[in-house]
């Protein structure tokens, strides 16, 4: 929005949606200009994701009004949005994968001649749409087949198909790799300069410091401030969503490791069944895993958590050979895994906070009639909650109802319920806000400072840089280098995750 007389193209006044017992949005303002890309960011539950799906027909306004090319508009429905050219792309993938890729993107919106549908029209255009972003798949190609990565970017078609003028994009690289984001985000230039209008939400601070235009900041339902094109930079936007200014986001404090408390020798995980992997974790020490999608990370610490039994290879754990063949083996040995999707594999959604985090406790925590010894339970339950501050009502709230960090801490608080040696965490921070990331670093230090060994992966970069003692970069399955603190740099790590090897001079 340049020009200051041109009336925006989307404009949100006093937007306020309550919900029983929580006042979600509190006179929120936006405005979006034509052909502007603007980056909502804040803290989980500062109204980002209710305030998209009021735009988007999910949900109604209580109060305050849309405007559209300075017209008072109603958003009644989803169907309502989209004849209005407004376009969510959701971060949780919305498509028939049992259908093929035309089918998805056209879905509900057939084109027909004489009444029956035309597969040559949605092939033709299907076409079209999948090569603006430069997404090499046929039409016919069934969904349910391509990697998860790929699948978003039809998400991305899909809405880009009904030609909308707004489109609404929530954190839509969570699952693409890293050749992937920079399609999109070529794909979102591109649809910038033809006039298209965006509104970003990410919690990848580097992402909305490369694409936005401009950055309105939420915090507990409230406009928090608005940063222009020159000013946006990391601390800015760090300072507006917290309300503090977070000088040390990491939380690194340089310490002498202790001995070797796990050794891997010629590890060989059934994902990548051709490749040995080979590396020690000593305690107290923060080990990153780097790699770019498909490079075997998750199957790496699957495996030496006994979900997929290895093939080959010998683990030690003090010195002493152990053979997990399932997970159970792992946690009689001291290891946790923290997994990477916790709505999936890490909670179970419908019960509560205490449930959840009692669950990994379930035999320790019984009494020798094998009944559940629930003083114990309800005081690991209490301490968990203090320790790691989760936000809940109680210990009785329904999990599926914290939000993203605080769900993260049940799953994390699970596990330390069990005071385990060796932690392993599979993208510890993904999706969620960047106050709950820095009290995670937090937590990972406290945990390394008491010896704890922790091995983790993550697909941000700043997390490798900044959390890791030692980082080991993985590239189809095999461990291509390993980065102390004084190599680990951006640049190091994505030569050794591409296949290449370091320089001499490195």
Avoid at 19 to 30: C, H, K, N, T
Wanted: glycine fraction near 10%; charge should be negative; proline fraction near 3%.
């Amino acid at each position: 929005m340049d020009d200051v007389s041109t009336p925006p193209l989307l404009e949100v006044r006093e937007a306020t949606k309550r919900f029983p017992g929580v006042l979600a949005l509190d006179s929120v303002r936006l405005k979006l200009g034509k052909g502007e890309v603007v980056a909502v960011i804040g803290e989980n539950g500062a109204g980002k994701s209710t305030l998209m799906k009021i735009l988007a027909g999910i949900q109604r306004l209580d109060a305050g009004e849309i405007l559209l090319n300075g017209e008072s508009i109603a958003i009644k429905d989803v169907q309502a949005a989209l004849d209005l050219g407004i376009a969510l792309i959701h971060q949780e993938l919305n498509l028939s994968d049992n259908l093929d890729v035309g089918a998805n993107i056209f879905l509900g919106r057939e084109p027909a001649r004489l009444g029956v549908i035309d597969r040559r029209t949605i092939d033709r255009r299907s076409a079209t749409v999948l090569r603006s972003i430069g997404l090499d798949v046929s039409p016919r190609t069934i969904v349910g087949t391509l990697p998860i990565g790929k699948q978003q970017m039809i998400e991305i078609a899909k809405a880009l198909s009904i030609e909308a003028g707004v489109l609404i994009m929530d954190e839509p690289t969570s699952s693409l790799s890293h050749h992937e984001t920079e399609a999109l985000f070529r794909v979102v230039k591109d649809l910038r300069d033809r006039g298209v209008s965006i509104i970003y939400i990410s919690h990848r601070l580097s992402e909305v410091n490369e694409l936005a235009d401009r950055v309105v900041v939420l915090r507990d339902g409230k406009n928090a401030g608005e940063l222009n094109r020159d000013e946006i930079n990391h601390d800015n936007m760090v300072q507006l969503m917290v309300g503090r200014d977070v000088s040390q986001f990491y939380s690194r404090i340089p310490h002498e490791a202790g001995e070797i408390l796990l050794e891997v020798k010629d590890l060989v995980s059934p994902a990548h069944p051709r490749h040995r992997v080979n590396f020690s974790l000593r305690c107290g020490e923060i080990v990153g895993v780097a790699g770019l999608v498909g490079a075997g990370r998750t199957e790496l610490l699957e495996t030496l958590f006994g979900v997929t039994p290895s093939l080959g290879g010998v683990i030690r754990i003090d010195g002493k050979i152990v053979d997990f063949k399932s997970p159970a083996d792992a946690i009689d040995n001291g290891l946790a895994l923290v997994p990477e999707d916790r709505k999936l594999q890490g909670l179970i959604l419908e019960m509560s906070v205490g449930e959840n985090i009692g669950l990994a406790g379930l035999w320790h925590n019984c009494h020798t009639s094998g009944f559940l010894n629930a003083a114990k339970e309800r005081e690991d339950t209490d301490e968990m909650i203090r320790a790691l501050n989760i936000r809940t009502p109680s210990a009785r709230q329904v999990v599926q109802y914290l939000s993203g960090g605080n769900q993260q801490k049940v799953v994390l608080g699970k596990w330390l319920t069990l005071r385990p040696r060796v932690l392993l965490l599979d993208e510890p921070t993904r999706g969620i806000d960047i106050g709950a990331k820095h009290e995670i670093y937090q937590l990972m230090e406290e945990l390394a400072k008491d010896g704890v060994a922790i091995l983790f992966v993550s697909s941000e970069m700043e997390e490798i840089l900044g959390m890791s003692d030692r980082t080991l970069v993985m590239h189809e399955g095999r461990v291509t280098g390993e980065l102390n603190r004084e190599q680990l740099s951006e640049e190091n790590v994505m030569q050794l995750a591409t296949g290449g090897v370091l320089t001499a001079a490195t």
